[in-house]
């Protein structure tokens, strides 16, 4: 059978829901902070140059740019799909392309001709350096396109905060694009000290942030749900985290072959607007919003949540279904989701909570909702009576449901 029939076949008997395999992605720069439920002989499968499995990508048509030994397919998600006791497996990004606006909305394919964002859970047990995504512009020059991106910290996966539960964000008001230069001329002298111009932020299970292109971030050691724009662009501009040295050359990653050296294109990479914003707090910070009143959800047996809201690029709602309860939810549009807590059965499939996840092992706690079967509506019943369903929904851009007053 071949793979156009295949996509097919798997579309129509999971009724517009398709079933994904976790996807794994090794970071060389990262420690594990081992809490994405991989089993612990698996975070350093890879082998030791490829650095440990510290990510798990979501709903992604995005391969992760790792360098020379990237392996193939890597950040790719696979759907998986089963019939006659055999089970096969193909990349979502080839059920897009396939199916288009039949899967994803016509809205989003006949503007994008993709499915322009993904998600991640981003595993580390340290903070990583202070640094920055590209936007639109400054990505171009290097073929790729710009990441916005935002943070929201599940309960279920922050037993432990780390090594460094606080974010770096932006830098001090009054901080000047010179000093700023200083600190990345300084950059293979050892710490370059460029936090001393920024403030770090506590970081809260259940809150999020909002991390908009060209603002500088030294993102905290809570395990951190990510929805991002379909891109893997930055560059580092902090050299020495945790006492380890980050290699010089992911401080000019990104930039054109032509600027290589050119400081002045480091420093024109950042919105010094964004940066040296003195209400970044109440302008990035994304405390979870109803999506309408909690007593009339809760009534109907569920809750459910905005947890990504500031961004045109993507969005993110966290769903709760009580115990024993069965819901019908309603979306405008595609999304991908994951489980964070609980089972039962969402629509014809089988959905629940893998306590610990073999390396390439299939699970069944991640899927892709079609625009067609979102608005019609997904049936989920919570087979527990104690414990509730948790899933969390990353949406693609302009989401017709995001009205935040």
């Known amino acids: 059978m071949n793979t156009k029939q295949l996509i097919r076949d798997a579309f129509n008997s999971g009724s517009g829901i398709l079933r994904l395999a976790p996807t794994w992605v090794p970071r060389s720069f990262c420690v594990p902070g081992r809490r994405i439920k991989l089993h612990p002989d698996d975070y350093y499968v890879l082998g030791g140059v490829r650095g440990g499995i510290d990510e798990r990508w979501l709903s992604s048509t995005t391969p992760a740019e790792n360098g020379p030994l990237t392996g193939e397919n890597e950040g790719l998600s696979q759907v998986v799909y089963e019939e006659n006791g055999k089970t096969v497996q193909f990349l979502l990004r080839d059920a897009v392309n396939e199916l288009k606006g039949e899967l994803i909305g016509s809205r989003i394919w006949d503007e994008h001709g993709s499915w322009p964002m993904y998600s991640k859970f981003f595993d580390n047990m ?35 905060g780390g090594d460094y539960p606080y974010t770096f964000i932006g830098l001090a008001p009054g901080t000047t694009k010179a000093q700023i230069r200083e600190c990345l001329e300084n950059f293979t002298k050892g710490d370059n000290k460029i936090t001393n111009f920024s403030q770090a932020y506590r970081l809260e299970p259940g809150t999020g942030w909002d991390v908009p292109p060209g603002l500088l971030h030294a993102p905290g050691s809570l395990c951190t749900y990510e929805p991002q724009k379909a891109s893997d662009v930055f ?27 050119d400081f002045d294109e480091l420093i024109d990479v950042l919105d010094w607007d964004l940066n040296l914003d003195p209400n970044t707090m109440q302008n990035r910070f994304m405390p979870p919003l109803p999506v309408r009143s909690e007593a009339e959800m809760n009534a109907a047996g569920y809750s459910e949540k905005w947890i990504c809201y500031k961004s045109e690029a993507f969005s993110a709602k966290e769903l709760t279904v009580l115990p024993g309860a069965t819901v019908t939810i309603h979306d405008a549009a595609a999304y991908g989701m994951i489980m964070m807590q609980g089972h039962g059965k969402m629509g014809v499939w089988d959905i629940e909570t893998p306590a610990l996840i073999r390396y390439g092992q299939l699970t069944y706690d991640e899927y892709f909702v079609s625009e067609s079967a979102a608005q019609a509506g ?26 935040i007053s």
Request: a negative charge.
């Open 378 to 403: 997904v049936k989920i019943t919570n087979l527990s009576k104690t414990d509730p369903i948790v899933m969390l929904k990353h949406f693609g851009p302009e989401n017709p449901d995001l009205v």
């Open 235 to 261: 560059a580092m501009y902090q050299s020495l985290v945790n006492e380890a040295i980050i290699p010089e050359e992911l401080l000019w990653k990104c930039t054109p072959e032509d600027r290589m050296g």
């Open 126 to 160: 340290g903070p990583l350096p202070h640094h920055v995504h590209h936007n639109d512009e400054k990505a171009a020059l290097v073929g790729q396109k710009g990441k916005p991106e935002a943070y929201y910290f599940p309960p279920q996966l922050n037993n432990h």
